[in-house]
Each structure stands twice: as C-alpha cells, then as structure tokens.
C-alpha cells in the first residue's frame, strides 16, 4: 500500500465533517472558515522509544498523540476544531494504522474534532499533531495571570500515568485492577476539555500537567512572577496509588508528568463559584495549596518537605 492508498483508507473516513470546514483532506492545503475572531493553535510531537514505549497498542498511540494536544487547548480554555498529523512510520502495517486511526478518530469524534490534513512519510515511528482551536467570549487562559492569594487547584488525580510507566518498565509491581488502571491513566488520557472551558473566565492562570506538578506550577509562577505554597498530602491520589503509597512515596505524583490534568489558580472569591462548574460536569478538583511568597514551598501538612526530582526533560 503506497502512501495515497494509505491516506485514502485511514485517514479521510472521518465520520465527523464540520461545517466549518470547507476543504480537507485531498488537496494541496486544508481550507476552513473560522466562526472565532481568537484562535488557539497548538502542536505536541511523540517520538517511538522517547515518548511511548516502542511496545506500546497502536490504538493508544493514536488516542495520545491527539489526547496531548486536546489537553493543551484545555489549558487555554479554548474548544477544538480542527487537526492535522504529519505522520512518520518505518513501515505502512495495515494493522498497526488501522487500530492507530480508531485510537484516533475515536477521541476526534467525541470532540468534534475534524482531521483536515497533514504529511505521511517513511522513517523512525513519530507522530505530530497540530491542533487549532477557539477562543469563546471571554478571552483564553493563559499561564500568566496568578496573582498574591489566589487558591490554587488540580483536576483529577496525580501520578496514575507515572505508576503506569513503572509498571511497563517493571519498576513497580502492582496487582488487578491497579495495574490496568495506571496503564490506562498511561496510555488513554483523558484530556479535561470541559473543565478547561468552564473555567476559561473565571480561574487567573491554568497549566496542563505533562512535565509533572513541580514543573508545571513552577511555569505558572515564573509565568505569572509569584511563589506557592503547596501542601504534598493534599495533592489528590486515586485509591491504586493510595495502595502503592509506601512503597513509592509522592514522587510520582509530584514529579512526573503525562497525567493531562489542569493545575490552575482562582482568586478567592470565585472558588465556590467554579467548585460548582467543576462539579456540575462531575470533574472533581483538588485545592493543594496557595499562590505567594517567593519560588515554590512545599509543605507535608505542617511540615517542611522537598521535592527531588523536578520532572523530565528533554536533552538533559
Ligand atoms: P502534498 O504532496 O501536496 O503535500 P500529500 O501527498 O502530502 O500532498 O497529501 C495529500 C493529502 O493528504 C493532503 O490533503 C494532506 O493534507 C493529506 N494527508 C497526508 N497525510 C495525512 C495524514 N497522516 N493525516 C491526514 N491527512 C493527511
Ligand atoms: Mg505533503
């Protein structure tokens, strides 16, 4: 199968065709016409080896390699629209995009997200996406905006996804189901889309977690030129990694990222109000702690604690 018969069978058998969309995939450029006067336009690159396990199910390659990128436009509290993928794979296995393009479409289809081109080409295992999405009437969340005082909050739970790369490495051993779920929390991300929107005019600055808590709330702070305080037994664990708890400590879930979920700050007198938006759509938030003083001091109740290990990084 050559690459126009590939793109033919896996990629232009989208089921969701926006209106917005006025040429896809099939010609030299995409053409949409935006209904938005802001747009967000963000892009995130998984490398085989680097980013997942060489391993790893196709279907949750594709899941992921749009899922990251979801969660990025989360963090704007923006809405997506419209992606392309530039596509490298060292063989056109039918099998292998098959599944790849049902981990994808599946999570594109639930959004509304329409797949409008992109490039497909022999070579090492990569996968980009560009994703564009807009902005509603309020303007976007950014990183910048926290501010002396503020609360600030995590969605979800932490360090699932951390557990889930210790398991496939062997690292941690975990029974049934803890062991499915952190490889789930690993390989199927649930970008927090709604949240993200639902917050977008009321929350002071937002981040999504891939790099690991420490490191991303550290990019609000510098971001937003303010400190932390933060409370480590606040930080919300789910039951598995409760169970795992002494023997991993809260590295993970401090530490490493790949979790998607939002940290993100909101001044005092608008918590309850988005504590209600938030568990209107059944997405349950966390408060760890509070925006001032200077860098970011983490506490294990009233103790002092320190944080190792300040997530991964690239060419380190
Ligand atoms: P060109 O050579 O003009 O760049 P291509 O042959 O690369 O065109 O691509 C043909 C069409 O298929 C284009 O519309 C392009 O956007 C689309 N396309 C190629 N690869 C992918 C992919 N992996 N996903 C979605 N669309 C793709
Ligand atoms: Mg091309």
Redesign the pocket.
Known sequence: MDEFALIDTFFKRQSVRRADVVLGIGD?AAVVRPQARELVVTTDVLVGGVHFPESTEPGAVGHKSLAVNLSDVASMGATPLWATMCLTLPEASEDWLREFGSGFFELADRYEVQLIG????SGPLSIAVQLIGAVGDSTCLSRAGAAENDLIYVSGTLGDAALGLQVVNGAVAAPEPDRSYFLQRLNRPSPRVELGRAIASHASAAIDISDGLAADLGHICERSGVGAVVDVSRVPLSDGYRRCLSRVGWGPATSFGDDYELCFTVAPDRASLVEGLAGGLGVPITRIGRVGGDGIKWTDGERPYSIHDQGYRHFR
Request: net charge negative.
């Open positions: 030299d992109g490039d497909t080409a």
